[in-house]
Nanobody
Framework: QVQLVESGGGLVQAGGSLRLSCAAS????????MAWFRQPPGKEREFVAT???????FYAHSVKGRFTISRDNAENTVYLQMNSLKPEDTAVYHC???????????????WGQGTQVTVSS
């Protein structure tokens, strides 16, 4: 049974940093694309960043230059380093794994339950 478990969320002041982790289990995802999405309160889920099996990365315009996605294939884990956080980054952050047709539109096959990130002004 495949499981994706996110961690690292929390409350931080504007300008601060957080590092999210997503540990995958149940199978090996070395050849899959791994991604982060977020759902702000009262809004639709939106794409944040993706990383392919060979390290190619793609970011949403709103986070480019502030967030960095990385992965450790040996640990079956994807990370999201978030710097210079803004109140508008407040959301539930979900990791996703798959072989999407489009980095941002997906579809992705597996999803985590999410971790809350709250940025205070």
């Amino acid at each position: 049974q495949v499981q994706l478990v996110e961690s690292g969320g929390g409350l931080v002041q504007a300008g601060g940093s957080l590092r999210l982790s997503c540990a995958a289990s149940g199978r090996t995802f070395n050849s899959y694309t791994m991604a982060w999405f977020r759902q702000p309160p009262g809004k639709e889920r939106e794409f944040v960043a993706t990383i392919t099996w060979n390290g190619f990365t793609f970011y949403a315009h709103s986070v480019k230059g502030r967030f960095t996605i990385s992965r450790d294939n040996a640990e079956n884990t994807v990370y999201l380093q978030m710097n210079s956080l803004k109140p508008e980054d407040t959301a539930v952050y979900h990791c996703a794994v798959g072989r999407p047709d489009n980095w941002d539109l997906g579809p992705y096959d597996y999803w985590g339950q999410g971790t809350q990130v709250t940025v205070s002004s």
